[in-house]
C-alpha cells in the first residue's frame, strides 16, 4: 500500500477514463478555437480580392497555422499528464476506502484512513474514520454487556449443579440475568438492519 502512494497511476481504468474524457473535452475546446482563429481569415483570403492587405493575411494565416498544431499537441499532452495527477488525488483516496471497507466486511475495524496533505476527499475520510470508531465503541459495548451476562448465567449454572443456591437467590438472579439482557436489547434497538434505499 505505502507504493501506491508515490504511484501517479493506482486504479488505471478509473484514471484512464478521466484522462481520456479531459482530453477529448480539451481537444472539443481546441478544435473550436481554431474554428474561430482560422474560418475568418480562410473568408476574407477566400472573398476578397487579391491586395497587399490580403497578402499579410495570408502570411498571417499560414504563420499561425505552422505554430498552432504543434501548439495544440503540447497542450494535449499536457492536459492528459495533468489529468493523470489530478486524478491520483482522488484515486488515491478511493483506493484506501476500498480497503478500509473490505476490512469492515472482515469485522477488522483496527485500521484508520489516512490521507495525503493535497488529496481530495478529505471530508468523506473524516466521516468513513468516525463510522469505523462508532462501531467498534458500538460491538465493544456489546461485547462487554454479553460477557458479563455470560459470566452471571455461568455463576447461576454452577450454582443449580452444586445445590448451593435458594429459591430466592435463584430469583435475584434471574433478575439480575433479565436485567443485563434488557440493557443489552436496548443496546441492539439502536441498529437499523432493514436494508433502505439513500
Same mark, same amino acid.
Request: charged share 25%; hydrophobic share 45%; proline share 3%.
Given at each position: 500500500?505505502?507504493?501506491?502512494?508515490? /504511484?501517479?497511476?493506482?486504479?488505471?481504468?478509473?484514471?484512464?477514463?478521466?484522462?481520456?474524457?479531459?482530453?477529448?473535452?480539451?481537444?472539443?475546446?481546441?478544435?473550436?478555437?481554431?474554428?474561430?482563429?482560422?474560418? %475568418?481569415?480562410?473568408?476574407? $483570403?477566400?472573398? #476578397?480580392?487579391?491586395?497587399? #492587405?490580403?497578402?499579410?493575411? @495570408?502570411?498571417?494565416? $499560414?504563420?499561425?497555422?505552422?505554430?498552432?498544431? %504543434?501548439?495544440?499537441?503540447? &497542450?494535449? +499532452? &499536457?492536459?492528459?499528464?495533468?489529468?493523470? /495527477?489530478?486524478?491520483?488525488?482522488?484515486?488515491?483516496? +478511493?483506493? /484506501?476506502?476500498?480497503?478500509?471497507?473490505?476490512?469492515?466486511? =472482515?469485522?477488522?475495524?483496527?485500521? =484508520?484512513?489516512?490521507?495525503?496533505? =493535497?488529496?481530495?476527499?478529505?471530508? *468523506?475520510?473524516?466521516?468513513?474514520?468516525?463510522?469505523?470508531?462508532?462501531?467498534? #465503541?458500538?460491538?465493544?459495548?456489546?461485547?462487554?454487556?454479553?460477557?458479563?451476562? @455470560?459470566?452471571?448465567?455461568?455463576?447461576?449454572?454452577?450454582?443449580?449443579?452444586? @445445590?448451593?443456591?435458594? %429459591? #430466592?437467590?435463584?430469583?435475584?438472579?434471574?433478575?439480575?440475568?433479565?436485567?443485563?439482557?434488557?440493557? *443489552?436489547?436496548?443496546?441492539?434497538?439502536? +441498529?437499523?438492519?432493514?436494508?433502505?434505499?439513500?
Amino acid at each position: 500500500m505505502s507504493n501506491r502512494r508515490y /504511484r501517479k497511476y493506482i486504479d488505471r481504468p478509473f484514471q484512464g477514463r478521466i484522462a481520456v474524457t479531459v482530453v477529448i473535452n480539451a481537444m472539443m475546446y481546441m478544435f473550436l478555437l481554431a474554428l474561430f482563429l482560422f474560418v %475568418p481569415l480562410a473568408y476574407r $483570403i477566400d472573398h #476578397e480580392t487579391v491586395s497587399s #492587405e490580403m497578402m499579410s493575411v @495570408g502570411k498571417d494565416f $499560414i504563420t499561425l497555422h505552422e505554430h498552432f498544431w %504543434p501548439a495544440i499537441f503540447v &497542450l494535449l +499532452i &499536457l492536459v492528459a499528464f495533468q489529468s493523470i /495527477r489530478l486524478s491520483h488525488r482522488i484515486a488515491g483516496p +478511493i483506493y /484506501r476506502f476500498k480497503l478500509a471497507i473490505q476490512s469492515m466486511k =472482515k469485522r477488522d475495524f483496527s485500521q =484508520k484512513i489516512t490521507l495525503r496533505k =493535497k488529496d481530495f476527499l478529505v471530508d *468523506l475520510m473524516k466521516e468513513i474514520n468516525e463510522m469505523s470508531v462508532s462501531l467498534q #465503541e458500538t460491538f465493544q459495548e456489546l461485547k462487554n454487556k454479553n460477557a458479563l451476562l @455470560g459470566e452471571e448465567i455461568d455463576a447461576l449454572n454452577h450454582q443449580l449443579v452444586e @445445590g448451593d443456591i435458594s %429459591p #430466592e437467590d435463584l430469583k435475584l438472579s434471574l433478575m439480575s440475568i433479565q436485567k443485563r439482557q434488557t440493557a *443489552l436489547n436496548q443496546c441492539l434497538e439502536g +441498529i437499523q438492519l432493514d436494508q433502505k434505499n439513500v
